[in-house]
Antibody, heavy 122, light 107 residues
Framework: QLQLQESGPGLVRTSETLSLTCAVSGGSISDGRQYWGWIRQPPGKGLEWIGN???????YYNPSLNGRVSISIDTSKRQSSLRLNSVTAADTAVYYC??????????????WGQGTLVTVSS | DIQMTQSPSSLSASVGDRVTITCRTS??????LDWYQQKPGKAPKVLIY???SLQSGVPSRFSGSGSGTDFTLTISSLQPEDFATYYC?????????FGGGTKVQIK
């Protein structure tokens, strides 16, 4: 059964770069029917899609992040990585990675990692 | 961006009640609509994808319907473990967007 685990610093200084990795275990990371997503949730608020990376390395990002985000995948290490630069307090959130599944008529995220809280502070 | 309008934002219901949550999108998304359940301190879990397809392992009391711009999640008989927050999400086009959530509370 596929499992995902996020890891990275829990505290990032204002204006610096947030870097997280998502370790994938228990299943294929190279299946063309899947992609890897990152989603975040500020404390007490709703979910915000950050972006997806696909098997060939193509990535799509939320424009609301103003070009500050980069998502990659390393199949040899079985992990996806998220980088968000020039962070502010507004980037404080629980960050989730998730496996995306795709068919001709649908896309959905399953499973999700447990999430990791990242606090941005000076 | 496709805007998601989810309603209600919260509701109170009793065990055994039938519960309906709606999600409206600002443009057609065909059937690219997913529903997630999130319990406090936990990651979201997919219940329904493709607007009406039940994810494996999810109880059959959950069902989804709709297409185009109007969608519904129904819980036919609310159980104690169903008290949670529910989110709709469109996956038709990027940026993927989520509804604001519906918190289902005990009456």
């Amino acid at each position: 059964q596929l499992q995902l685990q996020e890891s990275g610093p829990g505290l990032v200084r204002t204006s610096e770069t947030l870097s997280l990795t998502c370790a994938v275990s228990g299943g294929s990371i190279s299946d063309g029917r899947q992609y890897w997503g990152w989603i975040r949730q500020p404390p007490g608020k709703g979910l915000e899609w950050i972006g997806n990376v696909y098997h060939g390395g193509n990535a799509y990002y939320n424009p609301s992040l103003n070009g500050r985000v980069s998502i990659s995948i390393d199949t040899s290490k079985r992990q996806s990585s998220l980088r968000l630069n020039s962070v502010t307090a507004a980037d404080t959130a629980v960050y989730y990675c998730a496996r995306g599944m795709t068919t001709v008529t649908a896309n959905w995220f399953d499973p999700w990692g447990q999430g990791t809280l990242v606090t941005v502070s000076s | 961006d496709i805007q998601m309008t989810q309603s209600p934002s919260s509701l109170s219901a009793s065990v055994g009640d039938r519960v309906t949550i709606t999600c409206r999108t600002s443009q057609t998304i065909y059937n690219y609509l997913d529903w997630y359940q999130q319990k406090p301190g936990k990651a979201p879990k997919v219940l329904i994808y493709d607007a009406s397809s039940l994810q494996s392992g999810v109880p059959s009391r959950f069902s989804g319907s709709g297409s185009g711009t109007d969608f519904t999640l129904t819980i036919s008989s609310l159980q104690p473990e169903d008290f949670a927050t529910y989110y709709c999400q469109q996956s038709f086009s990027t940026p993927f967007t989520f509804g604001g959530g519906t918190k289902v509370q005990i009456k």
